[in-house]
């Protein structure tokens, strides 16, 4: 294994002079034989410095890293989330044929079980037959934080055409100002709260469910009526009043991040409806065959993933920018976010040991165009370069506004031209030189308007955003987390790392309601008391 972490440090300290630019002199084939698909998706990886040598060394990391055996005990139902002893199977719900055992049970009765009540509840809500207690439900709100919130909120911003079912809103930040800008103007009678929580323990959306019930509790006469919980921890959603017709729950394999495909996408098929729901199911299905079945050099999650692991582990590029060329995908990093970070943020491995590469990179990001007037500057100019995923579907929805789409695209593919081709200091003498500069001037103007160029970026290319695609790409990122986090040796289904900060939170608490700061740092019992002396009218 050493040894092929050192090749490929070896090989790209044999690029120093490298331009990606002359790839595609040097291999004439390099935009059709680096640019891979699944299904109508389309991976275009050939604005990398990834050359054939590089190629060949990641894939041969891949193969020496078990990523096949991995991904197929994943899917086998073993135990692989192994610091929790869990099974990891997401993708059990979106595939809803078939058997998986867990601990020797099948568990696919109850999964299919489960989405037929989520469709016969969904259904029932859109069409009336379930109604709030002042008339048919008008709005969903849906009270999550992390994966209780992003996939959902995520999804159905994408699923925006779709959307033919009660408004959805989403309240997550235990921030005040979030469920009180959110509850305002909605009429309790007729809104439908969901508290989505796998452990129904997270302290910011209990105190939003809370929160939520007494606004309730003020309008209708049984509030609780109103309410639906989604949750592996059915036990405490009785606790909370919520009766069990509506209660949603989910195995302990899921992981948080991972939910979105089961119960905790309520939201979504309230909005879209149960076929569209399902047809986002049947995409991830499909990355999930792509992904089991295609070989590692055409396989999309494994070439996107060592296309990071060359970024970030052998290159050194500290983050990487997710830039969707999709308004409805605006909140996709904020998702991937979460699914990256959370997952493959860690810094030992699974048995324990320090890990002996870099993990994760900082994943961000903004849809496109509107990142181009605000952070593209420092990603064209900035010292440090940013690999860049672009993402952008052939056909928009708005039909009407085709010259939108086309112009949208133009620029989705002209930043990455502008990013590997840049600008010479020759050519921006030049431009300088036609507007009048000369000597000193001439040069000090130029160089500023140089860029280097030489920057990666991969573009992904999607017929449309439609339920089907949506559920390609987002089972497309997680499967990527996975084959990055075996290759990098790591568990990427715990998140030890969130605890820290939660338990002190329970802690600092008191403090800033006056109690002593026994057992605080001087630096934090200072905060408090300035916190609670600005808190004096
Ligand atoms: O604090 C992190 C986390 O546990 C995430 O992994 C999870 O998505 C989120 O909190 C919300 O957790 P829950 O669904 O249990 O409320």
Known sequence: MTDIWTRLASCRAAQEDLRITDLFASEPARAEAFCTSADDLVFD???TTIDSAARDLLLELARQSHVEARRDAMFAGEKINETENRAVLHTALR?????????????????????????????????GEFTGQGGKITDVVNIGIGGSDLGPYMATLALAPYHDGPRTHFVSNVDGADIADTLRGLNPETTLVIVASKTFTTIETMTNARTARDWMAGAVAEPAAQFVALSSAVDKTGAFGIDSSRVFGFEDWVGGRYSVWGPIGLSVM???????????LAGGAAMDAHFRAAPLDSNLPVLLALTGIWHHQICGYPTRAVLPYDNRLM?????LQQLEMESNGKRVAMDGSDLAMNSGPVVWGEPGTNGQHAFYQLIHQGTT????????AARGHEEELAHHHI?????????SEALMRGRSLEEARGLMRAKGFEGAELDRQARHRVFPGNRPSTTLLIPQLTPFTLGQIIALYEHRVFVEGVILGLNSFDQWGVELGKELA???????????????????????????DLRQP
Request: hydrophobic share 40%; aromatic share 8%.
């Open 45 to 47: 990886w050939s604005k």
């Open 95 to 127: 595939n809803l044929g078939g058997s998986v055992l867990v601990d020797g049970q099948d568990v696919m009765p109850k999964v299919r079980d489960t989405f037929a009540r989520m469709s016969d509840f969904a259904s029932k809500v859109r069409s």
């Open 270 to 280: 309230l909005a879209v409806g149960p076929e569209d729901f399902a047809d986002f």
């Open 331 to 335: 909140r996709l990093p904020a998702y």
């Open 385 to 392: 370069p940013v690999p860049c995923e672009f993402i952008l």
């Open 407 to 415: 112009l949208l695209a133009a620029n989705c593919l002209a930043q």
């Open 506 to 532: 329970l802690q600092v608490e008191p403090l800033l309601k006056g109690d002593s700061g026994e057992g605080h740092d001087p630096s934090t019992r200072h905060l408090a008391k300035l916190f609670q």
